[in-house]
């Protein structure tokens, strides 16, 4: 095995099996390739690099072999590579074994062009197969592999009509455009997570796999902040990052999903559809706005409202903080939407009656799901252990399941127990 393949799954299972075809185009943003063929890599994928002859004048073909572990493709030879990867015959079995090594014989699961030309998204949209990313795409297209395109161009290129037109064809051949990132007057390359969650969402929707296609979402991340004068407010240090994985995953698995964040100390990604609120009452008014399937409150809402001084207090006088009980936002949503799934976390800073606590919030606001979590400053949420989380997740029936893992893997088992 080649040392590089040592990181496939190194960060996650989102990927396992799954064998992608990264076609690069010549773009000064194919210096992003190894890292985009990397990121795949670490969760699960096996990648292949095709070139085309102008990205072989920004990066080198060795490059992309020691960063996959693969050979790679610079131009269609007698082995008709595009027909092994892409094509009808792969999918039959055709393929010859050796090249690109045992795990990576055999039909892709998803072509992915990244970067992508408005040269080369233009030769396929009319049906040009001059070079080895284009005939891929044109052995895809008519074999039935999905297809995911990320753009990178300067913006004048990506706003041409002409070219506008030539995306909307491919979309309606059933081609994924992944929207760039717009800064400093050009259309850049997505973030290689958020470009992950596409090859997952397209390879899904392809096999059958996107158990939530056609489900609406509603996801809660963050912590809310309520005011005590105009430049000082009560909160928490939850980093929003439970909220954003669950909402994620959903989307991964082919759902509508809308994000209401508070304050977030991660990044949303682009594609899901988000909602910023600040206080408690600006959630709970935004999520009960969305008629949704499935509520999944994952935010760290605060649990008081405190009466707010004009201007700013004076910090050389003593001061009185009036705080009262916040509304319940999963009291709102189950009694607005009786029908819909449920979700609420209860976090404790003690184990002690944790799980009894849980039970007993979920039972006087009707949720279908409990998540139950022990919390404090650098545990649970805004420490180093961020990205690990310990929970028991309680359904109907007296069922639990107790968690220990990434908040990746506990998104998936939390929507396991939804649905």
């Given at each position: 095995?080649?040392?590089?393949?040592?990181?496939?799954?190194?960060?996650?299972?989102?990927?396992?099996?799954?064998?992608?075809?990264?076609?690069?185009?010549?773009?000064?943003?194919?210096?992003?390739?190894?890292?985009?063929a990397r990121g795949l890599m670490r969760q699960g994928a096996e990648v292949i690099c095709v070139m085309s002859g102008g990205a072989a004048q920004f990066i080198s073909a060795d490059?992309?072999?020691?960063?996959?572990?693969?050979?790679?493709?610079?131009?269609?030879?007698?082995?008709?590579?595009?027909?092994?990867?892409?094509?009808?015959?792969?999918?039959?079995?055709?393929?010859?074994?050796?090249?690109?090594?045992?795990?990576?014989?055999?039909?892709?699961?998803?072509?992915?062009?990244?970067?992508?030309?408005?040269?080369?998204?233009?030769?396929?949209?009319?049906?040009?197969?001059?070079?080895?990313?284009?005939?891929?795409?044109?052995?895809?297209?008519?074999?039935?592999?999905?297809?995911?395109?990320?753009?990178?161009?300067?913006?004048?290129?990506?706003?041409?009509?002409?070219?506008?037109?030539?995306?909307?064809?491919?979309?309606?051949?059933?081609?994924?455009?992944?929207?760039?990132?717009?800064?400093?007057?050009?259309?850049?390359?997505?973030?290689?997570?958020?470009?992950?969650?596409?090859?997952?969402?397209?390879?899904?929707?392809?096999?059958?796999?996107?158990?939530?296609?056609?489900?609406?979402?509603?996801?809660?991340?963050?912590?809310?902040?309520?005011?005590?004068?105009?430049?000082?407010?009560?909160?928490?240090?939850?980093?929003?990052?439970?909220?954003?994985?669950?909402?994620?995953?959903?989307?991964?698995?082919?759902?509508?999903?809308?994000?209401?964040?508070?304050?977030?100390?991660?990044?949303?990604?682009?594609?899901?559809?988000?909602?910023?609120?600040?206080?408690?009452?600006?959630?709970?008014?935004?999520?009960?706005?969305?008629?949704?399937?499935?509520?999944?409150?994952?935010?760290?809402?605060?649990?008081?409202?405190?009466?707010?001084?004009?201007?700013?207090?004076?910090?050389?006088?003593?001061?009185?903080?009036?705080?009262?009980?916040?509304?319940?936002?999963?009291?709102?949503?189950?009694?607005?939407?009786?029908?819909?799934?449920?979700?609420?976390?209860?976090?404790?800073?003690?184990?002690?009656?944790?799980?009894?606590?849980?039970?007993?919030?979920?039972?006087?606001?009707?949720?279908?799901?409990?998540?139950?979590?022990?919390?404090?400053?650098?545990?649970?949420?805004?420490?180093?252990?961020?990205?690990?989380?310990?929970?028991?997740?309680?359904?109907?029936?007296?069922?639990?399941?107790?968690?220990?893992?990434?908040?990746?893997?506990?998104?998936?088992?939390?929507?396991?127990?939804?649905?």
């Open positions: 095995m080649h040392p590089s393949k040592r990181i496939i799954g190194s960060k996650g299972g989102l990927l396992v099996g799954r064998k992608i075809v990264l076609g690069i185009c010549g773009s000064i943003a194919a210096y992003r390739a190894p890292d985009i490059l992309l072999r020691w960063a996959t572990g693969n050979e790679v493709i610079t131009g269609i030879t007698s082995r008709a590579e595009h027909v092994e990867l892409c094509g009808k015959a792969a999918e039959r079995g055709g393929a010859a074994a050796g090249k690109w090594g045992a795990r990576a014989d055999g039909r892709a699961d998803l072509l992915l062009i990244a970067p992508a030309t408005s040269n080369a998204i233009s030769e396929i949209a009319h049906g040009y197969d001059r070079g080895a990313v284009t005939m891929m795409a044109a052995t895809a297209l008519g074999s039935g592999v999905p297809i995911v395109v990320v753009p990178a161009m300067h913006e004048g290129l990506y706003d041409n009509p002409v070219l506008r037109e030539n995306v909307k064809t491919l979309e309606k051949a059933g081609v994924i455009f992944v929207p760039p990132r717009l800064e400093d007057e050009k259309a850049k390359v997505a973030e290689v997570d958020e470009i992950a969650d596409w090859a997952v969402r397209a390879i899904a929707e392809k096999k059958g796999e996107a158990v939530l296609h056609g489900k609406k979402i509603v996801v809660t991340a963050g912590a809310t902040r309520e005011f005590i004068d105009d430049v000082r407010f009560i909160s928490n240090p939850s980093s929003g990052r439970m909220g954003v994985e669950i909402a994620r995953e959903a989307w991964r698995r082919g759902a509508e999903v809308v994000l209401v964040a508070g304050h977030l100390e991660v990044e949303a990604p682009s594609h899901l559809k988000m909602a910023g609120v600040e206080s408690v009452r600006e959630m709970l008014a935004a999520v009960v706005r969305e008629r949704a399937g499935a509520y999944v409150l994952a935010a760290a809402a605060g649990d008081f409202e405190v009466k707010r001084m004009r201007g700013k207090m004076d910090s050389k006088k003593a001061a009185r903080i009036s705080l009262s009980p916040a509304p319940k936002i999963a009291d709102l949503v189950r009694k607005k939407y009786p029908k819909a799934k449920l979700v609420i976390f209860k976090a404790e800073v003690g184990a002690r009656g944790l799980e009894e606590k849980a039970r007993k919030r979920m039972k006087e606001c009707g949720a279908d799901v409990a998540v139950a979590n022990i919390v404090a400053h650098g545990k649970g949420f805004g420490g180093a252990e961020n990205g690990k989380y310990e929970a028991i997740i309680l359904s109907g029936r007296g069922r639990r399941k107790k968690f220990g893992g990434t908040k990746q893997e506990a998104a998936a088992e939390i929507l396991k127990a939804i649905f």
